[in-house]
C-alpha cells in the first residue's frame, strides 16, 4: 500500500478497482491542523476526473501495473480501429470509445504506444507530434497579411483546427497532438 509520500504526477494508482493517474498534486501544510495533499486524478479506463484530498499519512492504494506495448495502428474499420504488435505481429482492436479524440490524429501504419491494464488495452500514447494533410481549406488571398489571423482547416483525418491565413489545401504541416494545434508547414 502506497502512502501520501509517494504521490507524484504521473503516479498510477488503483481505486474501487480501476486505474487512476494523477494529473496535478499540491501539499499543503496549514498553520494550524493536519498537513494534506490535494489531487487531481483521471480515471485511466473512463477517462473521468476528480479531486481527491489525503491526509499526511494516509494509504492511497496499491500501485497499478500498467503495461506499455509499442504497436503499429493499421487501420480503421467501421468503429473498430487494429493495432499490430511490433515485436510479436499480434493484433488487437479497440473501439472508437476507447480510442476517444485520438482517432483525429492517427495515420496509418503510426507508431503509438498501447496502454494495458489487466491484459485489456485501455489507451494510446500519441506521439507528440504528427504530420497531416489539409483537405479543406480557404485559400489564400493576396493581401490577407494581418498578423496573427488564422481561418479554419479541416485534416485528412476529420479534424478541423486553426492554420495561418498562407496556409493552402493539399500542404501537409505538423500538428501538436497534446493541444490539437497548429505547428508549422511542412516543407517538401
Known sequence: MLDTTAI????KIIIDGDPWVVVE???V???KGQAFTRTRLKNLITGNSMDKTYKSGEKIGE???IDECKMSFLYTQGNVYS????KNY???EMSEEQVGDTRYFLTENMNVEVLFFNNLPIDINLPNFVELQIVNTEPAVKGDTV???TKPAELSTGYVLNVPLFVSPEE???VDTRTGEYVERVKK
Not at 493495432?83 to 511490433?86: G, K, L, Q, T
Open 29 to 31: 501544510k496549514p498553520g
Open 90 to 92: 499480434e493484433q488487437i
Open 83 to 86: 493495432f499490430m504488435n511490433n
Open 8 to 11: 507524484r504526477k504521473n503516479l
Open 147 to 149: 498578423s496573427g489571423a
Open 172 to 174: 501537409y504541416i505538423v
Open 63 to 65: 500501485e497499478a501495473k
Open 25 to 27: 498534486h499540491q501539499f
